[in-house]
Every structure is written in C-alpha cells, then in structure tokens.
C-alpha cells in the first residue's frame, strides 16, 4: 500500500496509507489545506452563532416592546411563534451540517487507512 509523502512534527515520516488518488493523507495534502484550516476554525461555528445571537436579540427587543406596551400581545405571540418554527431549522441545518461532516471525516479515515467503502 502506498504511503503517505508527508513528514510529522516530530520529523518522521509520515505513516498514514494513502489511496491512488493522493500521494498525501488528510492531514497532510496540499489541496485539503484551506479545508483543514475551516475545519479547525470551526471551533466556535462562528457563522451559525452569529445567527443564534442577532436572533436572541431580536427576541429580547420584541419581548422588551411588549414589557412596553409598543407591541400587541397577539402580534407577539404570532412573531414568537414564528421564531419558534425558525428555531427548528435552525437544529435541523446544524444536525444536516454535523451529519456531512461526520461523514466526510469518516471518508478521509477510510482513505488514510486504505479501507474502501
Ligand atoms: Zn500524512
């Protein structure tokens, strides 16, 4: 089985088993770098956060104009329970999201240990 051209940390050569289709493993081919990097900068899934807070916010200023008067209770109720059917997708594309990335991952690991799927 061919093996991966990369070099470790350490200075070693790289273990990884490598298909035909690249000379590197995940963690060491080229072309999977800026993949690699959105990978690793997902830590904080900045982009779906940032939806979930300027939705907090915009729940906390409607829940603020009822406390004042400025919004009808009724109109209330109809925009929370809109926010709540917004809720949902939103844990549906996260768990959509999650799912695809498990399994590309999954994928890379059957690659690098030169188990086909
Ligand atoms: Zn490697």
Redesign the pocket.
């Known amino acids: 089985m061919p093996q991966?051209?990369?070099t470790?940390r350490d200075g070693s050569r790289?273990?990884?088993v490598?298909d035909t289709t690249s000379s590197?493993?995940?963690?060491?081919?080229p072309t999977l770098a800026e993949k690699r990097r959105r990978v690793a900068a997902r830590g904080g899934k900045s982009a779906a956060n940032q939806e979930i807070r300027t939705t907090k916010d915009q729940i906390r200023d409607i829940i603020a104009k009822v406390y004042r008067g400025q919004v009808d209770r009724n109109d209330a109720t109809a925009i929370f329970a809109g926010y709540r059917v917004l809720l949902d997708y939103i844990r549906l594309e996260r768990a959509v999201k999650v799912e695809d990335e498990l399994a590309f991952e999954l994928e890379e690991i059957k690659r690098?240990r030169g188990i086909s799927s």
Do not use: S
């Open positions: 991966c051209g990369g470790k790289c273990v990884a490598v590197y493993c995940y963690h060491h081919d690098e």
